[in-house]
């Protein structure tokens, strides 16, 4: 280098330590300055380049604008191409004048010239890309301007020590360089506009992110304008800044499903191969015996195919920054060095406190660019997993979906994919991880020599211990997780089936069901936490364990070694680093390991069979029909014998085709068949045309009415007015609070079963499709509407009279109008042929007509003409209203109505109960202020909802929550704890001190003395602090499992007392996530979270302390670093909390949605609207990134904030030991500062357990709510229990009975006074909304009185418990409801009868031949919701159960609806015979069942209006004479 300088009078030499360091007035040769130090940005810059080009050429967007900003950094790069040109031609002026330069001069000029050139060219080149702020340049100005600040300064020294400018010339230019370099950093500091061919921005709140500055985007402060918003005020959804498109459902989801079609091709590829490779003789068996087995899709490798790019990226900060955080050491051992050398120049303490500050602040800006990068890569994951689940779960098959039951596929969106999403940041650590430890150990061994081999042999024998302690804590998380599933699952049922346990008394049951399964999950946890606390012991004592070996053995194998500050500090603070990979390690691999189950797990699911869409051939089919099937033969899965087998059916086009049959034979499987639901096993299906599909069970979806019936179809009024005509739905739009806008709450729980069926009917109606398959749509209504839809829509004058419709029906009536009918009976076609023709043929079909209606022909003669009579009469129309009415919100009397007679109808109907013919109540508000009253009336007047939405909690947390979760771990546990904390870090400070007092001693004769005692007394300091930390762990543990168990004790308990109308009021969704997401917050993340707060907070606390105590001068900076730092903390956690919340509640939807659509999810591929399902899913999970997004940015935000303010820490400490290194041992400095160091990443912790703890008490919170809401009567009295045996008659009076579904409603009964004497059977009929349902409520109390009592035989049911009650009455309810578990289990839950009791029971309820071919007799397992019975065998079941309680007093509600003719007369037969002296209260809605009672009770708007038998009534021609002549019965 010296030649490049030249000699004589220009030359130099190139390095001179005198000048440079050993001076107080320290300078860089001239030649040093020309040469390398101006060659530095263009290196810089020419590294970077190949980089950053290739970069560019793939984020082209759109060209920018030439702008005055960008002209003006043109003009800057040419000018300063001109200067550095300038000086190369004054160095060819001199060499042709004779006083030749030295190369230097050529050199230099010449590369910063091209340099200059290249950075011009880049700024026009950036800006055809759409840069908007280069770092590349920014970067490059900045190291031009650092560079140049050094000759700034000699320049200047050199003129006034000679007096004179020596070379005026380029002293000249040089200045005019520096000026031009420094306009050029501040130019390149603004940003350009944003590219004129950008797609318009139609956001109307763009993330700020993408049109930040470099500046912005590297200290986050493009996110400060959210941080200061939510400090000012809760945040709201609209605050939320739209997704940029690459982080978009539509994209990502897009990518991930190609790279995992690709991979199943490729799979289905090698299989292929390997099924066709030749078969193999015996030798070669023996090479071929480690032949790869038929190699499975992978899905890790379709996620690293689409996500790996962000990845790579990601690594390469992750690299530089681990090589920075050894700087740091580095430097702390120069600054003791120079402590201890009192001779050595003051500036070399200033310049390493400013290196340290420097290399600190850049390890923070990278890091949390890395974090950045990884943590949204997280996001996307997610993203594309749960879009690519959601994907599978709309094909697969039927056979998939009865293997796992819907919260199972909920789990696997909710929790494996979270689970994925988690460990994404920490799969770097496997490679940095062993990186670190490398690099820390060449560094130990260089300070303290082979010593170090035995503190590491100490860290690498715990890695073992470590991993052994994980591994057995995820065994146990396994374990865990099956009890919580299992737990979460029987919740859902409680919840699903909340109304039948509580008519029947069986909560007890239920609770200790739950509550056994809970004992073992905690006993599970208690475990888990004590291993957690042996695995915080080691992390906390690693460090000072190691030091503690370590210099241990450095003493004491050589008395000549001695311990000074330099080397004890430095490796201190070296384990410190080593400390973070070596704790981690074993938990990345535990989290991997639980990554790859979850894995399996996803890719066994997408890995399932799909339904084949080519099972129905949709374009081919003999002309004229619309429907074939040859020879088919079909199963639900592929090892369950064919549910239908050798079926030939022929549908003409545009014919009406009737299926019956008994229960079980088969109809809705061959709809199912129709659909390509069923795994067909041979035969062809054909299909022509679009399809509608009514299932016989209505799914209804969580949106308005309106959208149901929709259902994604363009609005055309006509056509939408004319569908709901014909479906009756007119008058329910009349009484629903918001007419067609008003809001179905989830599986329609707001409308009668009737309304229901006929939503979905109307879904089918308006979707105008060629072929409708109708499964039973007619059973869920009462019989006036089934005939009223039947004419309007079915019937070949309906609606649909020119389409194919296969009709499922259990109604005789309908039959005569058909084209021709098809008789299953078990799963084969017995009879085919038109009415007329098969009751000739007098085979089974006829047979069951002649036993059902005897005199079948003539009456359909008559009843043709009567209905032609009827449709002239206008009273139809009235009855149809009148069987609408079932409002569920309270009408008011104003409503805006049409007609002058309608208004007067509506008057008297308002009166009139809200109560429909299914389950459904009025919403319970909160309790509010008038004003607020009025304003929620009028609001839900607009729009009908009747779901409130989830109050999401805003602003600061209480004080009494933490209060509350400290009361329930106990309050002198968590004393203790705290005082613990602080006994743990005075103990870790006082082994430091002496630690530092050790390094300071003087040394005899080149050795200390004393070694045994300063290790002794080191070592006890040590080893107390361990045992502190393990107490304190262990009393947490104890405490926060105790909270655990009171909390969910008491909102399970409360739950299960809760009245009926809270859970018609609240989805059931709100209440599982109280029992799964927020236990599970309170059992696994509170602990830990309070833990480690503790322990960063005293570490935080300590640090100060230890600093103050060596520096004293450092108390004058703590006030303006606390104010800056509780000042972030401030704004953090306001952004950061709500920011949470709105992450948590977007969240449900994505999981309700995809239920919904899992439950839904053969409707929604009739109708063919999956992918518009997939749109719907992608926006929900949209929304919910769309608060994830800010809130992980939130995070970096404060990062950068708070690490900036621990790297102050570090400068002022290592600042002020340089001030007064006069009064300081190096000992004290080496403290001081290795503390320092530690301070950035516990007060960034802090500050983050801190909001996480807010976030995660929020749980604590959600659950004490849910745990206080008003409670039902309480079950037993003691004071005032029954006889036993009562009640002994059964004879129940109403005495001046009255009753409403919630204070401020209307009366649903009125006055109502009756006395129905023991063993009487009473019929009950009247209009929807007479109050039918609520006299069988009112007499199990799920309604309280208003007034007046009931009384069964001459008690007063008011008085005593509920469960004493409702034991004593029986009810066979309107919804077959059943809950998996063994069929033994759903008939006897508390185990009280007898094997022989049972099977009597299925006897009388003939199930006995259907549960006794199952192998698995009573305890035959039945499915989620008793999924896998018919509907008609779960009615059985439900009346086998009523046999078996054998109580006075029988309740049969509407139970008869789905069921065929034959199981109905069965049933009523049964309760003939094996009821006969008990009173029976029937809800009738066939009357012919009730004909034959003691008594008929009419009810017409909560009043009794007719009371007397059958025959008298009808004689008296009043209202049920009406009902009986429309039924064909009078």
Wanted: one cysteine or more; charged letters at 20%.
């Amino acid at each position: 280098m010296d030649a490049l300088c030249g000699s004589g009078e220009f030359g130099s030499k190139f390095w001179d330590a005198n000048l440079s360091l050993h001076t107080d007035n320290p300078d860089l040769t001239p030649c040093f300055q020309n040469s390398l130090l101006a060659w530095v940005p263009c290196i810089y810059l020419w590294a970077a380049l190949p980089c950053y080009l290739f970069y560019l050429r793939y984020h082209h967007q759109g060209y920018i604008v030439l702008s005055l900003l960008s002209r003006l950094k043109t003009v800057l790069g040419v000018l300063l191409w001109c200067v550095s040109w300038a000086d190369l031609f004054y160095s060819f002026h001199g060499l042709v004048h004779g006083w030749a330069p030295a190369p230097v001069f050529f050199v230099t000029p010449l590369v910063v010239g091209v340099t200059m050139l290249l950075a011009t060219l880049l700024i026009q080149y950036e800006r055809l890309q759409g840069v908007q702020s280069s770092g590349v340049l920014i970067i490059f100005w900045f190291l031009c301007v650092v560079c140049a600040i050094i000759p700034f300064r000699s320049k200047i020294l050199s003129a006034m020590e000679e007096g004179k400018i020596s070379d005026p010339f380029r002293f000249t230019t040089f200045y005019i360089y520096f000026a031009l370099v420094f306009s050029a950093l501040i130019l390149s500091c603004f940003r350009e506009k944003p590219p004129f061919f950008s797609p318009k921005n139609v956001d109307p709140n763009p993330c700020p992110e993408t049109d930040a500055g470099f500046l912005s985007r590297l200290s986050f402060w493009w996110f400060t304008k959210m941080a200061i918003l939510g400090y000012r005020r809760p945040l709201e959804d609209q605050d939320l800044w739209s997704l940029s498109k690459e982080h978009r459902s539509e994209v990502v989801v897009q990518r991930l499903l190609e790279a995992w079609k690709k991979q199943q091709k490729q799979a289905a590829q090698h299989k292929a191969a390997a099924a066709s490779g030749k078969t193999v003789t015996s030798e070669d068996e023996e090479l071929l015996a480690g032949r790869p087995r038929p190699r499975e899709p992978s899905f890790l490798r379709a996620l690293l195919v689409t996500f790996g790019p962000g990845f790579i990226t990601s690594t390469c900060f992750m690299l530089i920054q681990d090589l920075l955080s050894f700087v740091n050491p580095q430097l702390l051992s120069i600054l003791i060095r120079f402590i201890s050398n009192p001779m050595a120049p003051t500036w070399w303490g200033f310049l390493v406190a400013g290196l340290m500050f420097v290399c600190s602040v850049m390890q923070t800006l990278i890091l949390h660019q890395y974090y950045h990068c990884i943590f949204v890569m997280g996001l996307r994951l997610r993203t594309g997993i749960i879009g690519v689940i959601y994907r599978k779960a709309l094909v697969i098959t039927n056979s998939v979906k009865r293997e796992s039951t819907v919260g199972e596929l909920v789990n696997l969106m909710s929790v494996d994919a979270q689970r994925i999403m988690d460990v994404a940041p920490f799969l770097n650590m496997l490679w940095s991880g062993p990186l670190q430890i490398i690099l820390a150990i060449y560094f130990l061994w260089q300070n303290l020599g082979p010593s170090i081999l035995a503190g590491v042999a100490f860290m690498v024998l715990l890695i073992p211990i470590n991993a052994v302690v994980a591994m057995k804590m995820r065994t146990l998380q396994v374990e865990q997780m099956k009890f919580k599933d299992s737990r979460i699952r029987l919740m859902s049922e409680i919840l699903g089936g909340i109304k039948v346990l509580k008519l029947y008394a069986w909560e007890p049951s239920f609770l200790q069901q739950v509550e056994g399964i809970r004992q073992s999950e905690l006993r599970l946890l208690r475990q888990a936490a004590y291993l957690h606390a042996i695995s915080i012991f080691t992390w906390i004592c690693t460090p000072f364990l190691v030091t503690l070996i370590t210099l241990g053995v450095y003493v004491s194998v050589d008395p000549n070694n001695v311990l000074d500050a330099e080397k004890a500090f430095v490796s201190v603070s070296l384990f410190n680093i080593l400390k973070n990979p070596l704790s981690m390690l074993p938990q990345i691999i535990s989290g991997l390991t639980q990554t790859s189950v979850s894995l399996k797990r996803i890719q066994h699911f997408l890995s399932q069979d799909e339904l084949d869409p080519q099972c129905v051939e949709r374009n081919t089919i003999a002309p004229g029909y619309a429907v074939t099937i040859d020879n088919g033969t079909f199963t639900w899965a592929q090892d369950l014998p064919p549910t239908l087998h050798s079926l030939d059916i022929q549908v003409p086009k545009g014919a009406l085709v009737a299926v019956v049959g008994p229960v079980g034979c088969g109809k809705s499987s061959l709809m199912s068949a129709l659909l390509g639901e069923m795994e067909k096993l041979e035969g062809k299906v054909y299909v022509k045309g679009s399809v509608a599909y009514v299932p016989q069970q209505a799914w209804i979806q969580n949106c308005t009415l309106q959208e149901n019936v929709l259902f994604g179809r363009a609005l055309d009024p006509k056509r939408y007015q004319r569908t709901l005509e014909a479906c009756a739905l007119l008058a329910d739009l009349e009484v629903l609070p918001g007419g067609d806008k008003t809001e179905i709450g989830e599986k329609g729980i707001n409308l009668s079963g009737g309304q229901r069926q006929r939503v979905s009917l109307a879904r089918a109606v308006y979707s105008d499709a060629d072929i409708y398959l109708l499964d039973d749509p007619l059973s869920a209504v009462d019989s006036h509407v089934a005939k009223h839809i039947f004419d309007q829509v079915i019937g070949p004058e309906g609606v649909l009279a020119s389409k194919t419709r296969v009709l499922v029906t259990h109604g005789i009536s309908f039959l005569p109008q058909t084209d021709f009918v098809v008789v299953l009976a078990d799963g084969q076609v017995s009879e085919v042929g038109t009415y007329p023709a098969l009751l000739q043929r007098n085979g089974s079909f006829a047979n069951f007509l002649h036993n059902y209606a005897p005199d079948e022909g003539e009456e359909h003669l008559e009843e043709s003409s009567r209905t032609a009579a009827l449709e002239e009469a206008d009273d139809e129309e009235v009855l149809l209203i009148e069987d609408t009415l079932s409002s569920h919100t309270d009408l008011m009397d104003n409503e805006p109505v049409l007609y002058e007679v309608q208004k007067q109808f509506m008057r008297q109907l308002s009166t009139m109960s809200s109560e429909g013919e299914g389950q459904g109540w009025p919403a319970p508000r909160r309790r509010l202020g008038t004003a607020e009253k009025l304003a929620q009336a009028a609001e839900a007047k607009a729009n009908g909802t009747l779901i409130e939405e989830e109050r999401m909690e805003t602003g600061k947390v209480k004080l009494n929550v933490f209060w509350d979760y400290a009361r329930s771990v106990g309050l002198c546990t968590t004393l203790v704890i705290c005082l613990l904390y602080a006994g743990q870090s005075a103990a870790a400070i006082g082994a430091n001190m002496w630690l530092s007092a050790w390094t300071n001693e003087a040394t005899v004769g080149g050795r200390q003395n004393s070694t045994t005692q300063r290790l002794g007394v080191y070592a006890t300091l040590g080893i107390l602090q361990g045992v502190l930390v393990v107490l304190s762990s262990v009393m947490m543990v104890v405490g926060c499992v105790r909270a655990a168990r009171l909390l969910h004790q008491a909102l399970l308990h409360n739950k299960m007392r809760s009245p009926q109308s809270f859970f018609d009021t609240t989805p059931s969704g709100r209440i599982l996530n109280r029992f799964s997401k927020d236990i599970c917050v309170i059992d696994e993340a509170l602990a830990p979270t309070i833990l480690m707060l503790l322990s960063s907070f005293y570490t935080s606390i300590s640090t100060l302390v230890v600093i103050v105590a060596s520096t004293p001068l450092f108390a004058v900076v703590i006030l303006p670093l606390a104010v800056f730092y509780i000042l972030v903390q401030r704004f953090y956690v306001a952004t950061s909390r709500q920011l949470k919340r709105l992450e948590s509640v977007s969240r449900s939807p994505i999981y309700s949605h995809f239920s919904e659509t899992v439950t839904g999810s053969s409707v929604i591929r009739a109708y063919g609207r999956s992918q518009a399902f997939e749109a719907i899913s992608d926006a929900k999970v949209d929304i919910n990134q769309r608060s994830c997004y800010p809130s992980i940015s939130s995070n970096r935000w404060l990062g950068v904030r708070v690490e900036f303010l621990g790297n102050c820490v570090v400068f002022f400490a290592a600042l002020f030991a340089v001030i007064g290194r006069s009064s300081l041992s190096p000992g004290m400095v080496g403290l001081s500062v290795s503390y320092a160091l530690q301070v950035t990443f516990s007060l960034n912790w802090m500050i983050r357990m801190l909001s996480d703890l807010e976030s995660n008490i929020v749980a604590v919170e959600r659950v004490k709510e849910y745990s206080k809401t008003e409670t039902e009567a309480p079950w037993v009295v003691e004071g005032s229990r029954p006889p036993a045996g009562w009640p002994a008659q059964g004879e129940v009076e109403f005495r001046n009975y009255s009753v409403r579904y919630r204070p401020g409603l209307d009366l649903v009964l009125k006055d109502l006074s009756l006395r129905v004497r023991g063993g009487e059977k009473v019929g009950i009929v009247g209009r929807t909304g007479a109050g039918k349902s609520s006299m069988t409520l009112s007499l199990f109390r799920l309604l309280e009185a208003a007034e007046g009592e009931i009384r069964i035989d001459g008690l007063n049911v008011a008085d005593m418990g509920l469960h004493d009650l409702r034991s004593q009455l029986t009810i066979i309810p309107q919804d077959p409801i059943l809950f998996s578990g063994t069929l033994r289990m759903n008939l006897d839950p508390f185990g009280n009868s007898s094997e022989e009791d049972i099977w009597r029971a299925l006897e009388l309820s003939h199930l006995n031949t259907f549960v006794s071919s199952q192998p698995a007799g009573l305890d035959f397992q039945c499915s989620e919701g008793g999924e896998n019975l018919s509907v008609g065998q779960r009615q059985l079941v439900c009346l086998a159960r009523a046999l078996l309680r054998k109580s006075r007093i029988l309740v049969l509600d509407e139970a008869t609806a789905a069921i065929d003719l034959e199981t109905d007369d069965l049933i009523q037969a049964t309760i003939r015979t094996q009821f006969e002296s008990c009173t029976v209260l029937t809800i009738a809605h066939r009357l012919n069942t009730i004909m034959d009672y003691t008594r008929v009770l009419v009810l017409d708007k909560g009043t009794v209006a007719e009371f007397d038998s059958p025959t008298n009534l009808i004689a008296a021609r009043g209202i049920f004479y009406g009902m009986a002549r429309d039924a064909g019965l009078a």
